[in-house]
């Protein structure tokens, strides 16, 4: 009798929460496993082929809704790309201006670009369905063509250079429209190594898939050969970085090259991105873009690679793992220091640290403006290796 007892109890306690409050602010919310990955580091997530599978699923449904965005894009594009996650909030960042009292329109790109988690799963489709592209070291930009002038944004979305370009829309000749490109910028080289594209000359991509916006990309540029060098009118070139299907031998062809994009001053492998072919182009973190540095080839995917490649290896390297847990745990130690500067960034500072880039490349900006150039600001130099990894 006693133990149909203690049955009957411990069967109510595990139906009924009757001894805690169920309205307790300290405990976790019921649904707060579905979002968890959100708070986690991509290569810790887990599962990256299941959340491959539910990416293309999703971009599925999201298509109509780029076509919408499409339309918005060509006439107010600072507005729709800072706004595409908020239907309810079309308008701009607004700020009082001291002065006169009015408000003044503060647009950004905040967090447009496409970014990549580390190649942790390798996808069994890799041969048939992904393009691989070598990038150069440098730093992260958006840019934008658009009004007759071209400009050079951050990966935060700041506003950083201002610059004469060849690019459509750049120019007075074709001022209306909008020319949208994602690249890395390489300072020594005075160069944007062009990584995608999300609209060109007042034509949308977004919801283009990766095959045809590389194909785009490389007819365009080739097209406008005046973008791809120095000159008055063209102060920083463009080129396209190449992409290879991802066949043993195409891949092991392409890691024996070094230097990898040019004789000279050539910038250096940074790493290798991984894209799925019928991924669209979204802001944000994806597992349809995957990277990896170019001396985890051979560990990872047992392709060989040229030796200069191998000696860039970190001192204490062991395996992909534990430097990709190495590497989060200090950029989570970085992002902690940046929090202890709260009135220096409530001040803007990230806007300012972007600019404060702009030091080195100043003065041979400065004496280029001696020579009669009207251009308002240089360009970008590299941010430091450790912080570049963060930004493919």
């Not at 810790?44 to 499409?70: A, I």
């Not at 985890?296 to 392709?303: F, K, T």
Request: hydrophobic share 30%; net charge negative; proline share 5%.
């Amino acid at each position: 009798m006693a133990a149909s007892i203690d049955q009957l109890v411990a069967s109510l306690d595990t139906q009924c929460d009757v001894a805690s409050n169920p309205f307790d602010p300290n405990r976790p919310h019921p649904r707060l496993s579905e979002f968890a990955y959100f708070r986690e580091p991509a290569s810790l997530m887990g599962d990256q082929e299941k959340r491959r599978t539910e990416f293309l699923e999703r971009q599925k449904s999201k298509r109509e809704k780029l076509v919408n965005l499409q339309r918005r894009l060509l006439n107010e594009p600072g507005e729709v790309l800072n706004n595409q996650d908020s239907e309810d909030n079309l308008s701009p960042d607004k700020k009082e201006t001291k002065s006169t009292g009015t408000e003044q329109r503060n647009w950004t790109f905040t967090n447009q670009l496409m970014l990549s988690e580390w190649l942790v799963d390798i996808p069994p489709d890799l041969e048939d369905n992904w393009l691989i592209k070598p990038c150069p070291k440098g730093r992260r930009m958006m840019v934008v063509a658009h009004k007759g002038s071209t400009k050079a944004y951050s990966k935060a979305g700041h506003f950083v250079a201002s610059f004469a370009s060849a690019l459509p829309n750049a120019n007075s000749s074709s001022p209306q429209g909008i020319t949208i490109l994602d690249c890395i910028w390489n300072m020594e080289n005075r160069t944007y190594f062009v990584l995608d594209v999300l609209a060109w000359n007042n034509l949308v991509l977004l919801d283009c898939e990766t095959e045809f916006r590389f194909y785009w990309l490389k007819t365009k540029l080739d097209e406008f050969p005046e973008v791809q060098t120095h000159s008055d009118k063209n102060r920083n070139a463009f080129l396209a970085l190449p992409s290879y299907e991802c066949q043993e031998n195409l891949m092991t062809e392409l890691m024996s090259h070094n230097p990898m994009f040019f004789e000279g001053k050539d910038p250096g492998l940074d790493g290798l991105l991984f894209y799925h072919k019928k991924n669209l182009y979204e802001h944000g973190s994806t597992p349809l873009v995957t990277w990896i540095k170019p001396f985890m080839m051979e560990d990872v995917l047992g392709i060989k690679v040229h030796q200069n490649y191998i000696d860039e290896r970190p001192a204490g390297y062991c395996n992909q793992a534990g430097y990709i847990k190495e590497f989060e745990e200090a950029a989570l130690a970085r992002r902690g220091k940046g929090k202890g500067k709260g009135s220096w960034r409530r001040r803007g500072g990230k806007q300012d640290e972007d600019k404060m880039d702009l030091v080195e490349e100043g003065s041979w900006r400065r004496r280029e403006k001696q020579g009669g150039d009207s251009e308002k600001i240089g360009s970008l130099d590299a941010d430091p290796s450790s912080k570049m990894e963060e930004e493919k």
